[in-house]
């Protein structure tokens, strides 16, 4: 869970990074990057229907892998785009990637025990590149560090808020 609760965050201090620089973006696209460093991780339905069971049902063979590398996440951010009114897709694919490779940056750091990150740019290849080795995915601490990021955010976008006299919170 430590590092569901990190991309979570993280996607969090990149978003509201970027709607203190570009006023437009309100709280609701920071929620966009935070879903889209989430995205990757939808691999995890495999939990409630096991590749085997999918196979079975759709009678081919099936693995929800693929949903954890680059082409997964243009899969899924493609797909969940076709959820919103067409005038805000080209935005929210853009967001929705900001977090996904927020995500897959992060998941590359790792530390594996071969040395090696996974696949993550399939489909166009199967290089796997070397892990960066800084934390394991059960590890707290890249949590609390994305957590104390998170709150220092926090305060910087609500000190400009403030400065500027303007209030976020309202959606035009």
């Known amino acids: 869970m430590p590092d569901l609760l ?3 965050l993280v ?3 990149i ?3 970027l709607s203190i620089r570009y006023e437009r973006l309100r709280p609701a696209h920071v929620t966009l990057v935070m879903i889209g460093a989430l995205s990757p991780d939808f691999v995890k339905i495999q939990l409630l229907i096991p590749d085997g069971l999918a196979s079975a049902l759709l009678g081919v063979p099936f693995s ?3 949903l954890h590398t680059l082409g997964g996440s243009v899969l899924v951010i493609a797909l969940g785009s076709l959820l919103l009114a067409p005038e805000y897709r080209a ?3 853009v967001l929705f ?4 490779l927020s995500h897959h940056v992060l998941d590359v750091l790792l530390m594996t025990p071969t040395g090696e990150a996974y696949a993550v740019f399939w489909p ?4 796997r590149p070397p892990a960066g080795g800084l934390f394991l995915s059960s590890d707290r601490w890249p949590a609390a560090v994305a957590g104390l990021g998170a709150a220092l955010v926090w305060a910087v ?3 400009s808020e403030g400065a500027t006299g303007t209030d976020s919170s309202t959606i035009d």
């Open 157 to 159: 976008a609500r000190y």
């Open 124 to 127: 166009l290849t199967e290089y």
């Open 15 to 17: 978003g509201t990074l």
């Open 6 to 8: 990190t991309h979570v």
């Open 64 to 66: 929800w892998s693929p």
């Open 11 to 13: 996607g969090y201090i």
């Open 91 to 93: 935005q929210a694919i």
């Open 97 to 100: 990637a900001i977090g996904a």
